[in-house]
């Protein structure tokens, strides 16, 4: 399997700009988390969907941001309008809970900066 | 106050001492617990997951659990410039609601 993959690794973009970020889980997995790291806040929990469904969006730092999950395979990070302190590095990660480990695996993340 | 802390470093070592990382968490009914490795750069890494009192070994790490202190510690034994890296504790509270703490950043001296 190839992992967790996300796309695009590198995003510059512009303050007040769409941005898009994409993610596709490990085939099987049925959870699907969206983090975001800062060095001043650290790795923090947006948002997370069951079997495609978002379950806990409370992370989500305000209406700028959605998440979907249109199928098992992929799934999508919207920052509408785009703003400088969002800039940080937006990691996904999936698990399977029907295993007896809580292992999640978090693809290499996508790093943004809002100019 | 923070649901997850940890000291955030740099912790030094020099190459073949253990390597003692401590977390504390504020959820009592946390019943998951995780050490994550990152190295910088990279995405988080699993190395120990913990979810009953006492002590977890693999390999040259050692995961140990109290809750009734709310604690969490990592040792990391023969230290290696390898292991050179941010250490993250992270707990499971109700649900799949992951909660990272800040991170030890761990430098082993050769």
């Known amino acids: 399997d190839a992992g967790v993959i996300q796309s695009p690794r590198h995003e510059v973009t512009e303050m007040g700009q769409e941005v898009t970020l994409r993610c596709k889980p490990i085939?099987?997995?049925?959870?699907l988390f969206w983090y975001r790291q800062t060095m001043m806040r650290g790795l923090e929990l947006l948002i997370y969907?069951?079997?495609?469904?978002?379950?806990?969006d409370s992370g989500m730092p305000e209406d700028r941001f959605s998440a979907k999950m249109p199928n098992a395979s992929f799934s999508t990070l919207k920052i509408q309008p785009s703003e400088p302190r969002d800039s940080a590095v937006y990691f996904c990660?999936?698990?399977?809970?029907?295993?007896?480990?809580?292992?999640?695996?978090f693809g290499p993340g996508t790093r943004l900066t809002v100019l | 106050q923070k649901e997850v802390e940890q000291n955030s470093g740099p912790l030094s070592v020099p190459e073949g001492a253990i390597a003692s990382l401590n977390c504390t968490y504020s959820?009592?009914?946390?019943?998951?617990f995780f050490w994550y490795r990152q190295y910088s750069g990279k995405s988080p890494e699993l190395i120990m997951s913990?979810?009953?009192?006492g002590d977890k070994e693999d390999g040259r790490f050692t995961a140990q659990l109290n809750k009734a202190s709310q604690y969490v510690s990592l040792l990391i034994r023969d230290s290696q410039p390898s292991d050179s890296a941010t250490y993250l504790c992270?707990?499971?509270?109700?649900?799949?609601?992951?909660?990272f703490g800040p991170g030890t950043r761990l430098s082993v001296l050769p």
């Open positions: 990660a999936s698990y399977s809970q029907r295993g007896y480990t809580d292992t999640q695996y």
């Open positions: 085939s099987g997995h049925d959870y």
């Open positions: 969907f069951n079997n495609n469904v978002p379950i806990d």
């Open positions: 959820d009592r009914v946390s019943q998951s």
């Open positions: 913990i979810y009953s009192n």
């Open positions: 992270a707990v499971k509270n109700y649900g799949q609601n992951f909660v």
